[in-house]
Nanobody, 125 residues
Framework: QVQLVESGGGLVQAGGSLRLSCAAS????????MGWFRQAPGKEREFVAA????????YYADSVKGRFTISRDNAKNTVYLQMNSLKPEDTAVYYC??????????????????WGQGTQVTVSS
């Protein structure tokens, strides 16, 4: 079992920044890829960013490329999502996910095995 707990969400004005954290426990964190997804009200869950087990490979959705940065600290069993230049359309519940059956960064939600409970990010205009 893998437990994932997100934190760092909140309310921010457009143009501001937030850093989300996802703390993992339960299994060997540095053996699997991690991802961030988000779901806005009335919309499907969508991919945001992913990182390989080593951190050497990162993958971003076009909508966040250049504004968001995913990183990980395997010593702390934590993955981060630094979000800069936030826009109102970034408002959503953000979820982190772990892909224990694969080590490569992947945008496909079906490749993730465990999910956190989510943290709300609200960007005001």
């Amino acid at each position: 079992q893998v437990q994932l707990v997100e934190s760092g969400g909140g309310l921010v004005q457009a143009g501001g920044s937030l850093r989300l954290s996802c703390a993992a426990s339960g299994r060997t964190f540095n053996r699997y890829a991690m991802g961030w997804f988000r779901q806005a009200p009335g919309k499907e869950r969508e991919f945001v960013a992913a990182i390989s087990w080593s951190g050497g490979s990162r993958y971003y959705a076009d909508s966040v490329k250049g504004r968001f940065t995913i990183s990980r600290d395997n010593a702390k069993n934590t993955v981060y999502l630094q979000m800069n230049s936030l826009k109102p359309e970034d408002t959503a519940v953000y979820y982190c996910a772990a892909a224990i059956t694969g080590a490569a960064a992947t945008p496909h939600s079906y490749e993730y095995d465990y999910w956190g409970q989510g943290t709300q990010v609200t960007v005001s205009s």
